[in-house]
T-cell receptor, first 109, second 120 residues
Framework: SQQGEEDPQALSIQEGENATMNCSYK?????LQWYRQNSGRGLVHLIL?????REKHSGRLRVTLDTSKKSSSLLITASRAADTASYFC?????????FGQGTRLTINP | GAVVSQHPSWVICKSGTSVKIECRSL??????MFWYRQFPKQSLMLMAT?????????EQGVEKDKFLINHASLTLSTLTVTSAHPEDSSFYIC????????????????FGEGSRLTVL
């Protein structure tokens, strides 16, 4: 399977709480990216972390990467109702970008 | 940011007909475009890599005669679903890499808004 794995598959939290999503991938990578998808829409790039980086921040987003475990996590702090969406990690190898299964995040007002 | 346009955004067709989906990079040149397929509540599955001026590279299990890809210019790639059947109904998404990232594989991809195909 070309797919990576993400957990949880679905996450529902209250507005203001932090949301953490995890991703595992299978092969060596150049970088790992996180994308967001609103229902029935295209993907929006959130953040990219290179294979030689361990942590990266962008606004309310914090991404970690552990290449020894082939895993990454995305933390969204102080969540908002507008953060409700599906979130996908994508591992960039030599040629292809391989997506994880995604996490459906619901922020309850 | 860079813009990728897909057209049509949705299409309904009868079984046996062919449907063409266009993917355009509007403000950059894309030597490489990617076509993905997404079933409801599932992830994106890479179908093929489209290279300008050469044949597309298909992923294992994807029928190249079924899903015809043409990348005739640096800003346009097309996916034609030939003799479509109900099982081809899906959300098709293209993405493009800015040619200035060529060879680096370090940059983000820019995604179109997707095309929802329904085959009756």
């Amino acid at each position: 399977s070309q797919q990576g794995e993400e957990d949880p598959q679905a996450l529902s939290i209250q507005e203001g709480e932090n949301a953490t999503m995890n991703c595992s991938y299978k092969t060596s990578i150049n970088n790992l990216q996180w994308y967001r998808q609103n229902s029935g829409r295209g993907l929006v790039h959130l953040i990219l972390i290179r294979s030689n980086e361990r942590e990266k921040h962008s606004g309310r987003l914090r991404v970690t990467l552990d290449t020894s475990k082939k895993s990454s996590s995305l933390l969204i702090t102080a969540s908002r109702a507008a953060d409700t969406a599906s979130y996908f990690c994508a591992s960039q190898g030599a040629q292809k970008l391989v997506f994880g299964q995604g996490t459906r995040l619901t922020i309850n007002p | 940011g860079a813009v990728v346009s897909q057209h049509p955004s949705w299409v309904i067709c009868k079984s046996g007909t062919s449907v063409k989906i266009e993917c355009r990079s509007l403000d950059f040149q894309a030597t490489t475009m990617f076509w993905y397929r997404q079933f409801p509540k599932q992830s994106l599955m890479l179908m093929a890599t489209s290279n300008e001026g050469s044949k597309a590279t298909y992923e294992q299990g994807v029928e190249k005669d079924k899903f015809l890809i043409n990348h005739a210019s640096l800003t346009l790639s097309t996916l034609t679903v030939t003799s479509a059947h109900p099982e081809d109904s899906s959300f098709y998404i293209c993405s493009a890499r800015d040619h200035r990232s060529r060879g680096a594989n370090t940059g983000e991809l820019f995604f179109g808004e997707g095309s929802r195909l329904t085959v009756l």
